[in-house]
Every structure is written in structure tokens, then in C-alpha cells.
């Protein structure tokens, strides 16, 4: 028997063969153009997380060792280490990240008696004068930040700091770049810089317990009565065990108290200065134990 001939297709033609080249180049461009913001957006991720857990380990370091470790550019005193053998310190593309930080808190013995640094940090948006910034952060302990996808250096600052310094931190793709000396090159590239910062009060709240509101110099200091006995500080009596606000300036005579009254003559005194002095975990509390003596409480 024989079967019927199938009609042969007539094929495709040279225009729907041009149509389906171009849907597939758009498809493919348009693919590859996602593939890109994937890859980049993996990478900036990859090292948001490589900042944030640097930045984490530099806090940790300053839990146990009370100060900033060194940058990987100056001489460490053993057994200071330097921020980068804390945590991984290269981005995703391959480049080592920055490190800035206020010199005083690596010297200091405790950070919690450091009140100040001279570091601000300022969100300028997408205003490359940064004339208005969105937001001022000052007394900035430590900065990291990666160069970028660009690899281009754009924010100011590098090391240890001893004199105040302003980081400026703009939106993406801004027109910025604030150390063309350091790529020698200012070309016009659009900010990329992935930055993260610690402030010195987020730092004294981890580390050093109710001190966030503490400010030697500014708060008073609470000077409890631990003499053993009322006594008058200037002329408030002061029972065993209780608090005496004192505030900046002030100076206490010290005197005995009885029967609620205070009498005789000093039997010692002390300033606001010698309570901030002895105030270690600046707390702005202290004790006073007799005498002229205080002692941290
Ligand atoms: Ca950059
Ligand atoms: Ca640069
Ligand atoms: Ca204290």
C-alpha cells in the first residue's frame, strides 16, 4: 500500500531567519548584561561581608586588648597586632582593603577613658562638594573600606591618624574621588568605595558597661559615700553608701556629720579632676573611702 507523501514544509525564510537572529543576539545581550550585575552584585556582597567581618574582629580586638590594633603599614609593638591578620583583608577583586583609624586609641591603655577623636564621617549623597551631607558622624574610631569594583581609591585617608580628618562617603556613582594622588588618577569614574565605620561610643557601649552616657569632663561623676559614716561634701550630708553628684569644676570639702548636721573642720577634699581620674571603666562613678581618697567603683 502505499502511504500518502507528507507535503514537504516550504522552510524558513530569509526575513523570520534575520527576526530570530535578532531576538536571539537581544536575548543574549540582555542575558549577558545580567550576568554582569550578578557577578558584580555577588562580589559586592562577597565583600560588604569581608568588611563587615573585619570591622567585627577589630571590635573583638578591642574587647580584650582595651585599644585599636596598628595598620599593616607602620611599626607594631608586640604584641599589638595589625588589623589585617585579625580577619581577611582583601576584597573581592583581588585588592587589600584600608584601614583608617584615630593613632590615640591604639596608645591608650584603656579606651574607655578616651572621650574624643578628630575623625568625622560624612554621608554627602550624590553632591560631590558634599555641601550639604545627609548625615555627620563625628568621633569616628576606626574606617574599612575596598577601593571597588573601579579599583580606584576614592575616599580619603589611609593608616594611623593623629590629626583630624574628614572621610567623605558618596552615593554610588558619583563624580568623586577624594585621593586622586594615590591611583594618580582622577579620572571621571563614579564613586564606588564599599565603606564601613565604628564610632568611639559604639565601642564604649560594647566594652565599657553603662558608659554610653559618660562623658569625663561633661557628666557628673556619682561619688558614693564608702567612708564608713555620714559625712557632709560641702555642705550636703551624705549618708553611708549613697551618691553625691559632682559636676565639672566642682571642688568637695569633706567634713563629719552629726546628727544630721555637718561640723569640724575638712577632713579632706577632692575635685571633679581626681574623680575622673580614678573613674578607670568610666562609669562616672566612684567611691569615696575617707580622707581624700577615692577609688573606682
Ligand atoms: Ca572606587
Ligand atoms: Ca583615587
Ligand atoms: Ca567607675
Redesign the pocket.
Known sequence: MMMPQRKSSRGIGLLELAIIIGILGILLSLGLGIFKVLVKNQKVAETREVLSSLRESIIGYVLTRLKLPCDDAETCPSPQKRYNELSKAIDAWGKHVFYVYWGQLRDTTNICSETSTGITLRLCGPDPACSSPVQVVSDVAFVVFS?GENR???TRGMGRTDTSLTVDVYEYGTQA???????G??SQEGYDDLVEFVTLYQIKEKLCQGTASCVHGTSPINVYNESGATRCFNTVVVSEGTAYPVNPGDSITVRNSFFGFCFGGAIGSFTYADAAAVDADNDCEVNYTGGSTLADR
Open positions: 577601593s580606584n581609591k576614592q574621588d577624594d585621593d586622586p594622588a594615590f591611583d588618577d582622577a
